[in-house]
């Protein structure tokens, strides 16, 4: 691990708030996403901003394999874990590379924040609303979620080889305003305790949200997570925008 500035606090109380950014240097879906220019600086960049600026969260690393992330990290001036090849391939679950992060860092706090680097646009205030929740309810886990929208499970269908349709969920609703309420995770932020975060039980790879996990609501669209080409130019329209940035 490089960490700059180095942790003066090695024996952090256990209500103390880790801010714990993941990216790596894959992707699949645009590769390279983490680290790419998106209003003159790094995706990451504004993760950083996010996580620095919340005032709950009292210390931020991140973890990546990408050296243009750990680059973009050091110079907001925050700590990089360095992430080994075993916990950089697609297949590697979140928990794994948290539990990674923080035992490198040497944290010992008892509240953390996971960030996706791949999320540069987020409600303000949206880190602090889930640490606080996590702290008022005593829950094992806050997630931000928001509506499913017009994707609605209800009026999803199958297609058979003919081409024939099958309802997903056999229902007779036709108006969108009829729909049950549905939410779904928009990967705004997750915090959760240390406990659940080193639980680990095989065959439950949520079990690090724990038995009570609550959760948060985003305005639709709020929250940008970049998966591919669209959701860039997605991000890039509006953080350009925002900030006054020409594209």
């Not at 001036?77 to 490198?104: F, I, K, N």
């Amino acid at each position: 691990m490089t960490d700059t500035p180095p942790s003066t606090n090695t024996t952090a109380p256990a209500d103390e708030v880790l801010g714990v950014i993941i990216g790596r240097a894959g992707s699949q879906g645009l590769p390279g996403k983490n680290a790419l220019d998106l209003g003159g600086r790094p995706v990451v960049a504004w993760t950083i901003d996010d996580a620095l600026e919340a005032r709950t969260v009292g210390r931020v690393i991140v973890s990546t394999d990408c050296p243009r992330v750990a680059a973009a990290a050091t110079a907001a001036g925050v700590g990089v874990v360095d992430r080994p090849t075993e916990l950089a391939g697609p297949t590697v679950t979140v928990d794994a590379v948290v539990r990674h992060a923080v035992g490198s860092a040497g944290s010992h706090a008892g509240l953390i924040v996971i960030l996706y680097a791949n999320v540069p646009a987020r409600p303000d205030g949206l880190i602090d609303r889930a640490v606080e929740h996590l702290v008022e309810t005593g829950a094992d886990s806050v997630q931000s979620y928001a509506d499913v929208g017009k994707h609605h499970p209800w009026w999803m269908v199958r297609l058979d080889d003919a081409g024939r349709v099958e309802p997903f969920i056999e229902n007779t609703v036709h108006r969108r305003q009829d729909l049950p309420p549905l939410l779904i995770p928009d990967g705004g932020v997750i915090a959760v305790r240390r406990r659940s975060l080193f639980t680990v039980v095989d065959g439950q790879p949520h079990a690090f949200l724990g038995a009570d996990r609550r959760g948060i609501v985003s305005q639709p669209g709020a929250v940008i997570d970049i998966d591919g080409p669209e959701d860039f130019e997605l991000a890039r329209a509006r953080l350009t925008t925002a900030s006054g940035v020409g594209t």
